[in-house]
Nanobody
Framework: QVQLVESGGGLVQAGGSLRLSCAAS????????MGWYRQAPGKQRELVAG???????NYADSVKGRFTISRDNAKNTVNLQMNNLKPEDTAVYLC?????????????WGQGTQVTVSS
């Protein structure tokens, strides 16, 4: 069993910064992609940023230039540095990890951490 635990959410004023962290633990095998998604009330879950095991990154257009994703493969952690936060960034942020074992891809999710940006 694999657990993803997020930390670092909170309340911040517009223009401020937060850093989210996610640590994977348990029966960890080959982690390919790690990423952060977010879900605001009444909206669909959306990808914020993803990072491959080799370090390739992709971002939602709405966060490009403001958010930076990074990971430590040895520690099985992924971080999201969020700068110049806007009220529209308010959402529950969820950590995601894709792991492959014997040709099967397993998709794991954290429980989420709330990010609230006040105007």
């Amino acid at each position: 069993q694999v657990q993803l635990v997020e930390s670092g959410g909170g309340l911040v004023q517009a223009g401020g910064s937060l850093r989210l962290s996610c640590a994977a633990s348990g029966s960890i095998f080959s982690i390919s992609t790690m990423g952060w998604y977010r879900q605001a009330p009444g909206k669909q879950r959306e990808l914020v940023a993803g990072i491959s095991s080799g370090g390739s990154t992709n971002y939602a257009d709405s966060v490009k230039g403001r958010f930076t994703i990074s990971r430590d493969n040895a520690k099985n952690t992924v971080n999201l540095q969020m700068n110049n936060l806007k009220p529209e960034d308010t959402a529950v942020y969820l950590c995601n990890a894709l792991m492959t074992k014997w040709g099967t891809v397993y998709n794991y999710w954290g429980q989420g951490t709330q990010v609230t940006v006040s105007s």
